[in-house]
């Protein structure tokens, strides 16, 4: 597996490769261009020390703990603005970020990934078909009121009401009721034993509003008019639509280990790569998760902070949709993903900062206790390496190649533009034409839940991301009920049963068996094109330190961890 991965170390560090060069990058209208190149490939170093000195990126776990308080902080939110901060419609990079540092969930995530007491302070399971949760007494909402059983019942019970337009319905798609079983316990139980429901309730699955408040502001809960009510360690002070939010202190948050450092954080919504780094590089912005790779360099170099790098649980992938075109062709759809250079992408595009991707769900997310299983599963799937010839050949066979894939990016994205510049050079060399659509944060989030959005669309590209160490909470949002980015309607006997079995399943070896070979027949269909799992990218300027690296951080309150150096 060492091949696959950069190693983390005892120490929590371990090295992104030295970048690689690659010859035959070209600039074509401002956007970077690969013409069929491959990559010259570099070994990373068993040692952090000296292969860090290389590459200039260290991946690790966490930064050094904050020791002092601060007034103020500026962070950023490179994905754009929140279409919303209500964690029933949360679903994105933007929205959760928000919520995870307003919001507390059932269950809390750790730094590596592991899941423990929350709100809920102890759990259990008695049979394989219920859970319960003990609610932990004497915390309060923001505006004082304590939190009960009823106020976790009305929120679990939001993301089953259509009337709600929740977006992580399907966590809930095995869940029979949810009842308060005594004033500070809820107790769920389900239509047939679901392994995947105890984790996500450490994700927005798990948080928990005021019943009384989110009721009084209907619709607008979760909007810039409304606001929200949470019990977490930051409170919503001001939400200006299209400059900033700003978030003030909880000063009766109810966990010491996530006490806020920083009185005030005000978050922007900078878009634009190089804006971006230029704030970053003048101390404008102190901070920002997912910057992007092409301001590497940049950033590596800056005097002003550093730029950390950590494992993810992210894929680029390119979603195909049912819109008429050459993407509901699966033949087609085979030939664009062979012919693209992944590594290429890898090296020229995201710095290294990635690593080329076979299927959809990245090693991080393998259960420990079936690595063999998968590693076996992976390296039998198709070689990374494009095989343009056999692709042009497989479209010369097929029909209705004359109509344009329309591939949708997302506007002052440098990184997806540039990617597509990529897919649009390969479909081109095997006779497929790729037009590119740009559009706006909104409309570009909008489409990945409102089908509206995607009319005239065939490709909507993302990175996407787990909320667990579990394959299958990926996988559940393309197969089964409420799998709201099966854009494509794809229903194959065999992966929407041997996904649905794998949920039921709690036994490691059992589930990884089921998972494979329904992995094998979804990336042989791809359905979803796979490109590369990229890692976490955080930047913090020289005053900050505290934030976690890996991408728990996205459901964890990680600006009550951050503060003076």
Do not use: H
Not at 29 to 54: E, I, K, P, Y
Not at 278 to 285: D, E, M, R, V
Not at 363 to 383: F, H, Q, R, V
Not at 528 to 556: C, E, H, Q, W
């Amino acid at each position: 597996m060492a091949a696959r991965k950069r190693r983390i170390g005892k120490d929590g560090a371990a090295t992104i490769p030295a970048r690689a060069a690659v010859a035959c990058a070209l600039v074509a209208a401002g956007l970077l261009v690969l013409a069929g190149c491959g990559s010259a490939s570099t070994a990373s170093s068993s040692s952090s020390s000296s292969a860090g000195a290389t590459s200039g990126v260290v991946l690790q776990r966490t930064t050094a703990p904050a020791t002092g308080t601060l007034s103020s902080m500026t962070w950023d939110l490179p994905l754009g603005e929140p279409t919303t901060i209500d964690y029933a419609k949360t679903a994105d990079y933007s929205p959760s970020m928000m919520v995870s540092n307003m919001a507390d969930y059932l269950l809390r995530q750790t730094v590596d990934g592991e899941f423990g007491p929350g709100l809920a302070q102890s759990y259990s399971q008695p049979n394989r078909l219920t859970w319960v949760y003990n609610i932990r007494p004497g915390v309060k909402f923001w505006d004082g009121n304590p939190l009960t059983a009823a106020d976790v019942v009305y929120s679990l019970k939001r993301n089953l009401d259509p009337k709600a337009q929740p977006v992580n319905s399907n966590v809930f798609a095995n869940v029979q009721d949810i009842k308060a079983t005594g004033p500070l316990q809820v107790t769920v139980t389900f239509k047939k034993p679901d392994e995947l429901f105890n984790k996500e309730m450490s994700s927005v699955g798990g948080a928990v509003t005021e019943k009384a408040y989110a009721e009084n502001k209907g619709k607008l809960f979760g909007t810039a008019a409304g606001g929200v009510m949470y019990t977490g360690p930051y409170m919503l002070k001001k939400w200006s639509p299209g400059s900033e939010i700003v978030l003030e202190k909880n000063p009766n948050y109810w966990d010491p280990a996530y006490t806020p450092k920083v009185q005030t954080v005000t978050v922007k919504f900078i878009v634009d790569q190089s804006t971006l780094t230029n704030a970053l590089l003048s101390g404008q912005i102190d901070g920002a998760y997912e910057v992007p790779a092409p301001a590497i360099p940049a950033l590596q170099t800056a005097s002003n902070g550093k730029l950390y790098a950590g494992p993810s649980l992210k894929t680029l992938v390119l979603n195909p949709t049912n819109e008429p075109g050459p993407m509901t062709n699966v033949r087609l759809r085979m030939a664009l993903g062979m012919a693209i250079d992944k590594t290429a992408i890898v090296n020229t595009i995201y710095n290294g900062a990635a690593i080329a991707e076979k299927t959809i769900t990245p090693e991080t997310a393998w259960d420990p206790g079936a690595l063999d299983i998968y590693k076996t599963a992976y390296e039998a799937l198709p070689s990374l390496t494009p095989d343009v010839a056999a692709a042009k050949q497989i479209v010369s066979g097929e029909s209705g190649t004359s109509k344009p894939i329309v591939y949708a990016v997302l506007a002052g994205d440098q990184t997806e533009l540039q990617v597509a510049s990529v897919v649009q050079q390969a479909a081109s060399s095997i006779g497929l034409t790729v037009k590119l659509k740009q559009m706006t944060p909104l409309d570009f989030s909008n489409a990945y839940y409102v089908p509206s959005y995607r009319k005239g669309i065939n490709i909507m590209p993302s990175v996407l991301y787990l909320y667990v160490v579990d394959p299958l909470d990926m996988l559940t949002y393309f197969w089964g009920p409420g799998a709201m980015l099966n854009f494509l309607d794809y229903q194959n006997p065999t992966v929407v049963n041997n996904v649905a079995k794998a949920r039921s399943t709690f036994d490691p070896t059992t589930r990884a068996q089921l998972i494979t070979e329904a992995q094998a027949q979804y990336t042989k269909d791809q359905n979803v094109i796979p490109i590369a799992s990229t890692d976490v990218l955080l930047f913090m300027n020289n005053r900050i330190t505290g934030g976690p690296v890996t991408f728990a951080y996205l459901y964890l309150p990680f600006l009550a961890t951050i503060g003076a150096k």
